[in-house]
């Protein structure tokens, strides 16, 4: 089945610092991957729509300067939160899209990764 | 626009018992509907989805639910509840395939012995 991989797990860092999230697709292509951020004992809230060769849709609301993403291949998006401070300690989760005849079973299925935890110190 | 409505945050229910989360949609376009669960400190997990296809819905665990367009509802049940589906559990809906969804605030499930 379609497996997405997030890395880091967790990551501790510094207020000030730039943290990477990766999100792969390990099995399939995803042209599409959509970012969520999650609060504790929150819902998860969409942050962008990455596509992969051009710029990310952003949500109302979402810094598109203080979250960048990357979705340079159609296996990798990456999400980063630049000049970290406390409030952006969160769990973000990512999804993608897997696209017919790539690899995924089943079109369309959106797969979830495990998701990061980022708390700044 | 696509919206859902999880009624009650928590639900307390005994091993063995009826397990009912209850999730209400709005949507503009017929929606594509689904049940996540997620444990702490991990990810989401499919539980099952509603695409158009048969109103009732089986999914993994023993769960199910019932696409209502009248009532625009898709509760999860459980017949018998068991420790290990002490959980967080989102309903979320999208208004075509494999679009983003858009999740309730979710409903802790607890189930005591």
């Known amino acids: 089945g379609a497996v997405v991989s997030q890395h880091p797990s967790w990551v501790i860092c510094k207020s000030g610092t730039s943290v990477k999230i990766e999100c792969r697709s390990l099995d399939f292509q995803a042209t599409t991957m959509f970012w969520y951020r999650q609060f504790p004992k929150q819902s998860l809230m969409l942050m962008a729509t990455?596509?992969?060769?051009?710029?990310?849709?952003?949500e109302q609301g979402v810094e598109k300067d203080k979250f960048l993403i990357n979705h340079a291949s159609l296996t990798l998006s990456t999400l980063t939160v630049t000049s970290a401070h406390p409030e952006d300690s969160s769990f973000y989760i990512c999804?993608?899209?897997?696209?017919?005849?790539?690899?995924?079973?089943?079109?369309?299925?959106?797969?979830f990764g495990a998701g990061s935890r980022l708390t700044v110190l | 626009a696509q919206s859902v409505t999880q009624l009650g945050s928590h639900v307390s229910v005994s091993e063995g018992a009826l397990v009912l989360l209850r999730c209400n949609y709005s949507s503009s376009v017929p929606p594509y509907l689904f049940w996540y669960v997620q444990y702490p400190n991990q990810g989401l997990q499919l539980l099952l989805k509603y695409t158009s296809a048969a109103t009732l819905v089986k999914g993994i665990n023993g769960f199910e639910a019932e696409f209502k367009k009248s009532e625009t509802s898709f509760h999860l049940t459980k017949p018998s509840a068991h420790m290990s589906d002490a959980a967080e559990y989102f309903c979320?809906?999208?208004?075509?395939?494999?679009?983003?969804?858009?999740f309730g605030k979710g409903t802790t499930l607890s189930v005591s012995s």
């Open positions: 979320a809906v999208s208004g075509q395939a494999g679009t983003a969804l858009i």
């Open positions: 990455s596509n992969e060769g051009s710029k990310a849709t952003y």
């Open positions: 999804s993608a899209r897997a696209e017919p005849g790539t690899g995924a079973s089943g079109a369309n299925v959106l797969t």
